[in-house]
């Protein structure tokens, strides 16, 4: 985590898409689901089209953990919609199926 802030002070444009995605990530990791989408959100202003379901990705995992289901379903709707439109691989359409069937679940049942 340090290092990436250092990186944000030294120069708040450089890879700000990539830095402040990493930095949601980490910080998703350690449970501050929270300050994790307010970084992941900074990251969505200037990430590339191609990547962009990453972003819906990692703010659909971070509604999971907040139990936030109905939001999780929707950013995982995105990000399906998102990496077919871009052509991404079976391996990451597959994947965010499952996520978002699991929310649905989840959703409607209390596990």
Avoid at 75 to 98: C, P, R, S
Wanted: proline residues 1%; contains cysteine.
């Amino acid at each position: 985590m340090d290092f990436f802030e250092k990186l944000q002070k030294l120069d708040e444009d450089f890879c700000a898409d990539i830095v402040n995605l990493r930095i949601g990530e980490a910080l998703y990791k350690l449970t501050k689901v929270k300050d994790a989408i307010k970084a992941i959100e900074i990251s969505a202003k200037t990430i590339k089209d191609k990547d962009r379901y990453l972003i819906q990705q990692l703010k659909g995992k971070c509604f999971d953990k907040l139990k936030d289901f109905p939001s999780a379903i929707e950013e995982y709707q995105l990000a399906l919609q998102n990496a077919k439109e871009q052509g991404h691989d079976n391996e990451i359409v597959g994947n965010l199926e499952f996520r978002l069937g699991w929310s649905m679940i989840r959703q409607s049942e209390d596990i």
